[in-house]
């Protein structure tokens, strides 16, 4: 039996597919330079019952199975490198309870955030972490996500108070609770968040929201070199001040986002900032980090307090990867995503900088550096080695660094198959007790095969 007769056995009509455009939009990656791989199938699941159905199957079978949230992850999470199933949440994708008085929301995997929010707004509720992507939130729990607001709001990991997740063999699972904390076992809901779709595959998640600030207020602030923009964010962390967003774009990006927006912001190392809070703190932080800014140089600090400007200026800096690849038609993009102590990080954007710079490439720098997390994004000629080999040095070099100083090969990306090599050198000696747990899971290995591990 064919693998479509199989699955049209276990599963009701209409949910495996196999056309050639849903094929090629589960082979690779929206914003890549990994190569794609075609998936023999594509299962669009309509509930858990039938996640769990096609797992059995596939396990039954020894045929992989990638989950698949919206495909934005960067590091070839969602390649079906070695074929089978690309399971796609996508129709998994309501909002199955809110309670306003608890924060809490719980919610199925193939939500995006944006649709979370746009219907949070009604309770003056927020849900805070923001990838540059509409990502879904299946996704966002799979490579533990954050965003612009992590400097405020801590990242996926810290806003999934529990799941209720597929295993391999179609086994449901319940972690977590409603609870805000809980000491009550080992922390498996932390463990499952950040699997990249290895151990098992979210049906739910409970997720924490928060109240919309007072006031909120948007800055950008213009340096002469990208170590003084980066003083002055770690200035500004250091006084415990109730920051939003701190991000860094240098030169470059600003120069393309002005050209894919139509903006005309100052090209110049620039930190786009957010307060927010009560009206009273917001005022009072925003003169402290102008005289943090005005300290290192900073020629311009411009303040956004309308709220039609403060979104245009954070669309912009979330397109700020689009913009970037914009400048290179038919390039892939390789992104950096190293995170660092907060006290290196004017040296280590230095020294990112630097390294772009001493292998020619026609590179950019931009972080959420509030967390000490930078990256140097870069086009990369996916038909030719030599600039392969070439991109891959300078990230290996930007990893080291980080490495030496303490830091991660990611801070926010995850590891998928393009930073494996990576995950040896800054865990070699906890990964033999991730295999362990791999192997507990997913006996058979069918879940999400080549990634994080690299010599699977
Ligand atoms: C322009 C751009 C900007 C970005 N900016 C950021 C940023 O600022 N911060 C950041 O963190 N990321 C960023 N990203 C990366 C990306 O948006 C995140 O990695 C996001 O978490 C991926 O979500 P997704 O829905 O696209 O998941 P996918 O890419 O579809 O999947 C991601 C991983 O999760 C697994 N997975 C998906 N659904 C499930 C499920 N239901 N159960 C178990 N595992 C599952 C997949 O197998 C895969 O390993 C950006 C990407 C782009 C293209």
Redesign the pocket.
Known sequence: MDLLTGLATVLPEGRVVSGEEELKRHEGG??TYHAPVRPDAVVYPEGRDEVVETLRFANKHRIPI?????????EA??IPVLGGISLD?GRMDRILEVRPEDFIARVQ?GLTHMALNAALAEHGLLFPVD???D??L??????N???TNAVKYGVMRDQVLGIEVVLADGTVMRTGGMSMKSSAGYNLTGLFVGS??TL???TELILRLYPIPERIVAARAVFPDIEAAGRAAVAMIRTGMSIGRVELVDARTVGAVNAYKDTYYAVAPTLFLEFSGSAASVESDVEVAHNISAAEGCSAFDVEADEEAREKLWEARHEA??AIRDLYPGMGMMTTDVCVPISDLPQALRHARDTVESHSLDGTILG?VGDGNYHAVFPVDTEDEADQDRAEMVNAEIVDYALRRGGTCTG???I?VGKAGYLQKEHGDSLPFMRKIKRISDPNGIM?PG?IFSSE
């Open positions: 929206i914003f990638v989950p698949f949230g919206e495909g934005s992850s960067l999470h969602t949440l995997p990838p540059g992507w990502a879904s299946g996704g966002m729990a799979g490579t996500a954050s965003g990249e779709g098992g595959v979210f990867a689009l959420h926010e990306h995850g998928g999400n990634k």
